[in-house]
């Protein structure tokens, strides 16, 4: 029999509300923390706090209130530092303070990644003040891809083509980036043809198991439309889950992991990594799986059997999103969405807007020998057709 435990999320978006409602299915209790109020996993939690996660006193307070046996990070703006110290008191920490601690902080993973571990990564340069950024441009070359070391959703993000993007991309990389680090990296730019999440489970009895690998197209840094399977050779495949049991292994603990890879002409590169469900996994949501991410993660977090992860249907996700800043937002076009077999909408219910925030996705399927560009073009279509509408 598994007993009940009390599980705080630190987050609380559209990614935590699906993991809420995995963890509810299987009996735990869930404390949905985050930085507003009625956040999307709020709205299905069992309990709610509304604090700043970067205050490490506002978090100790709320751990020694709720007393949770399992911590589980949904976004990187967190004092992670805590980590360590609730670890030894006890708690669950998901996927590891180790692992929380590393992959909030882009300087962390991927000198890990390529120092370490010798993954083989894009050519990088860190930079803190905007002549330390010239300096590593020149250094990685044009184009360079320039990220503050603390962002997430492609927040700070931006590519710079010639010399004169360098002081645009720095202060755009300012006003974008979380916390108090100002640090950016500077990343020589990948030719790549396919970017791909490959989602990757840790358990704590069991073998470390992959799912069907799956690509994306990002727009500002952040998706837009995720598709599985992703088709790519057997030995780019193999060589991707090598590389996801080296890097998860080295953070340890147990949960679902979003690694993400290029692969271009050369070969494949490790480009990010995510201690939690991915964004790009929302199209298992389109039953793609026999366990979406979320069940997935719940599943490795309270250690239960995870027998197989078999890919059922072909699918694809595209996002929803608003044109302008609002609250009490309501959407058209849902029903002509619908319409269609093998189609579903996503609201997440994000009480206000801004432009470019993810308020739902579309999702399609088909089967899996089904031709997957009609797929993901169907998802577009009817993403298309739901229109954000709201109060200015």
């Known amino acids: 029999m598994t007993t009940p435990k009390k599980i705080m999320l630190l987050g609380s978006g559209e990614l935590g509300k699906e993991f809420v409602i995995a963890a509810q299915r299987l009996g735990q209790h869930v404390i949905a923390v985050d930085s507003y109020n009625d956040a999307p996993a ?44 609730y670890e030894k008191e006890g708690i669950q920490v998901v996927p590891s303070a180790r692992a929380a601690n590393f992959t909030m902080n882009r300087k962390a993973i991927r000198d890990l990644a390529s120092k370490e571990l010798g993954l083989k990564t894009a050519g990088y340069r860190y930079a803190s003040s ?4 010239r300096s590593a441009v020149e250094e990685t070359g044009l184009p360079s891809v320039v990220k503050p070391l603390m962002s997430s959703s492609g927040k700070g993000q931006s590519t710079v083509r010639n010399r004169e993007d360098i002081e645009k991309a720095w202060n755009y990389s300012q006003s974008g980036k979380r916390g108090d680090i100002a640090e950016v990296i500077a990343e020589s730019f990948v030719a790549f043809h396919t970017e791909i999440t490959l989602l990757t489970v840790t358990q704590k009895n069991g073998p470390t198991l992959f799912c069907p690998p799956i690509g994306h197209r990002q727009e ?20 991707a889950q090598e590389m996801a049991d080296r890097v998860t292994r080295s953070l340890t603990g147990a949960g679902i992991w979003g690694v993400e890879f290029f692969l271009s002409d050369d070969g494949l590169y490790f480009s990010e990594l995510s201690p939690r469900p991915h964004d790009t996994g929302m199209v298992t949501l389109a039953g793609t799986q026999n366990l979406s991410e979320f069940e997935l993660h719940i599943r490795a977090v309270l250690g239960l059997p995870i027998p197989e992860i078999e890919l059922l249907r072909s699918g694809a996700s595209a996002v929803i999103l608003a044109d302008r800043n609002g609250s009490n937002p309501h959407f058209t076009g849902i029903e002509e969405a619908l319409t269609e077999p093998g189609t579903d909408i996503r609201i997440f219910g994000k009480p206000f807007t801004r432009p470019y925030r993810r308020m739902g996705v579309a999702l399609a399927s088909a089967k899996t020998d089904s031709d997957i560009k009609a797929v993901k073009e169907k998802a577009i279509a009817n993403a298309a057709k739901v229109n954000v509408v709201c109060e200015e």
């Open 42 to 85: 709020q709205q299905v939690a069992d309990e709610r706090e509304v604090i700043d996660m970067l205050d490490g006193d506002a978090l100790d307070r709320i751990v020694t209130k709720h007393r949770p046996e399992i911590i589980v990070p949904e976004i990187e703006a967190i004092r992670t530092e805590r980590f360590y110290d």
């Open 130 to 133: 905007l002549e330390e950024l």
């Open 220 to 239: 500002r840094g952040d998706y837009q439309e995720s598709w599985q399977p992703c088709r790519i050779s057997e030995t780019h495949l193999l060589e």
